[in-house]
């Protein structure tokens, strides 16, 4: 049957390299047998999933894909519809690994929305451009950003590789790069995760300033004992700055 045409505005740049689509499936570690996978297009990551027989469960948004891949793959379970809008806890409220060669115009709001999921979600294995995946791995420095530090609170994070942009069509204007992250042992933060997340966003929105400067519309308690990190700048602090940094916010 014919090729899915590639719609722009759907991110869709489709890999034709098969060895990669394998090496990036080889990366789950499995220790569930539930997959998800965001955007399978024409399911060259898919079919290795099947094969390994995982629990495969694909999610896509585009009509033309969900045709070609009912036709190629009658027994795989698809839901034709948009990631972002979907309840995860509800449609599958199970703990799972996420795979994908990630849709690019969406990827920060994919990562966020596995922060939110967090709990359920032990694994996350693709794709991205590669300048997000080096900021969601990135521990310091200028690449770092506020997602950088939600996702490193609670996921082990690793750069795999770089992909070129040969390898897929159409080509896309940037490399790609594949990271893994595997949910970490940390279950609940010590401090309240909403105002974590409230002092990562002040430090990260004003990232040219000091901590100091960047806290100012909170009121700080002890403050001469997070006095070393005040004068840093948010892209120089690890998560367990961030958290003691949270612990002395009102
Ligand atoms: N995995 C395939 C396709 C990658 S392109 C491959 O490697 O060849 C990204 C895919 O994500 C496309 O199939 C696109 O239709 C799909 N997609 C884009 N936005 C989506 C969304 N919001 N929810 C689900 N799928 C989406």
Request: with cysteine.
């Amino acid at each position: 049957m014919k090729d899915v045409r590639a719609k722009k505005h759907l991110g869709q740049h489709f890999l034709n390299d098969e060895t990669i689509a394998f090496n990036i499936t080889k990366l789950l570690n499995n220790n569930t047998r539930n997959v998800v996978e965001i955007g399978p297009g024409m399911g060259i990551l898919t079919q290795f999933l099947v094969k390994n027989d995982y629990k495969t469960e694909v999610i896509e948004i585009d009509t033309e894909s969900v045709f070609y891949l009912r036709l190629n793959y009658p027994k795989l379970d698809i839901h034709e519809g948009d990631f972002l809008q979907i309840n995860l806890k509800k449609k599958y409220p199970y703990n799972f690994s996420l795979i994908g060669n990630f849709p690019y115009n969406i990827s920060s709001q994919i990562l966020f929305k596995v922060f939110e999921n967090k709990d359920q979600i032990h694994e996350i294995v693709g794709m991205f451009q590669k300048e997000v995946a080096e900021r969601v791995t990135s521990k310091k420095g200028k690449k770092r950003g506020i997602l950088s530090v939600f996702l490193q609170t609670f996921y082990d994070i690793e750069y795999c590789f770089t992909v070129n942009e040969d390898v897929f069509n159409p080509a896309p204007k940037v490399k790609s790069g594949v990271i893994k992250l595997v949910r970490n042992e940390r279950k609940k933060l010590s401090v309240d995760e909403k105002k974590f997340k409230r002092v990562v966003k002040a430090g990260f929105h004003q990232k040219r300033k000091t901590l100091k400067n960047a806290l100012k519309p909170f009121k700080l308690i002890n403050e001469s004992k997070i006095a070393n990190l005040l004068p840093l700048r948010a892209e120089q602090l690890t998560v367990d700055d961030f958290i003691r940094l949270t612990n002395h916010v009102q």
